[in-house]
């Protein structure tokens, strides 16, 4: 082994310190507390930010096409059932959804709101997991013919259920002698649905495609093609293959365009929360550097005796070595299975906590989920407590060193 039965048992009494020693143990604890904090602090967060990562991606992505088709002449886009059939010929591509998108007012009872509103095929909708699964009153089976879907958000702030008629103002009027006339439609609400994202529970109303082919006046085009693909983690092999299909009948927007400066300020913010948090450890890794350097000025004298006696150089400084190890690997350990146990189950103490105090911690609408997620990266939290083990390692390795210099003659000559 590295270190001897002689140097281990040294380098705990000297942690066990006694009563004139006390404030040293203090600095030590501290230590030990402050990097076990860090560690969970930053295993806690890095799980946050890449829950939230996840969870608007899976949103984003299943509510929203991988690719979308679009006319290359600007407008609608005819013919879409030919393109739509060769791009389904097309490897990787696993659906394609005509599409006709728009934005309207919404009235209810003399209220109205913004939405946007998107056409599509009943068939299409029911294949749809993240809205087909999500469908918490009616059916899906009742979207189609002239019933539509809205998200819970929406039907709550709107005091709506299913089977009541929702009123679409449609942003172009009919033009008559007497000036320009609103068009607006009612329908019945078939189904709502709750995919766990406030901003499409709270502005989206699905249609029928027919009915949103009339109500924008889109004769038989569509405004684009949603193209969903295998893998969109891989977009882009998929959006070479789906551009060479589309070659000049259209142009091509895949999801990390449509999304550059939303997942782009995400990875900044992850990266800085990183850097900062790592911080408190190095903070925390400081300590153990003073509270060293102490117990080495504070244990002179038996250093001394113990170099008298036969203890080497390197005998002393793996005894200090040991001594603030232990407090940075005990903190590194506590601090992993706090962070690992809060990430783990973070929503239920989320839960706990505001009905303790009564106050809501996690807005909806503030940050676009109805629910706090965590996703553990494991290979995050091996370089996290990694990275404190280094810096703890890091942090001895001077005090050691003055310990395994300190001269023996000179700690003994006014003893």
Known sequence: MIFNAFE?????RYLRARRQEG??????????VGIALGVATLIIVMAVMNGFRAELLGRVLGLNGHLNVYSSRGGPLPDFDILAGKLRNTPGVVNVTPTVEGQALVSVRGVASGAV?????????KVRPTLANNVIRGSVDEFGEDRVAIGVRMAQRLGLSVGDQITLIA????VTAFGTVPR??????????DVGMFEYDNSFIFLPLEE???FFRTGDAVTSLEVFVSDPMQIAAARSAVQSVVAGEGRVVDWQQSNASFFTALQVERNVMFLILSLIIMVAAFNIISSLIMLVKDKGRDIAILRTMGATRGMI????????ASVGVTGTLLGLALGVSFA???ESIRQVIQGLTGTNLFNAEIYFLSHLPAKIDWSEVTQVTLMALGLSFAATIYPSWRAARLDPVEALRYE
């Not at 509103?117 to 909708?125: K, L, N, P, S």
């Not at 942003?171 to 009919?174: K, L, V």
């Not at 607006?184 to 649905?193: E, H, K, L, Q, T």
């Not at 400084?317 to 603030?324: A, E, N, Q």
């Open 23 to 32: 404030f040293i143990s203090v600095i030590a604890g501290f230590s030990l």
């Open 212 to 214: 949103a082919q009339a």
């Open 344 to 346: 783990l189950n973070i």
């Open 8 to 12: 281990r048992m040294v380098a705990m």
């Open 184 to 193: 607006m439609r009612s329908y019945p609400i078939g189904a709502i649905f």
């Open 171 to 174: 942003p172009q009027g009919n």
């Open 317 to 324: 400084m793996r005894i200090f070595f040991l001594s603030g």
């Open 117 to 125: 509103i998107r056409g599509v095929r009943a068939e299409d909708f």
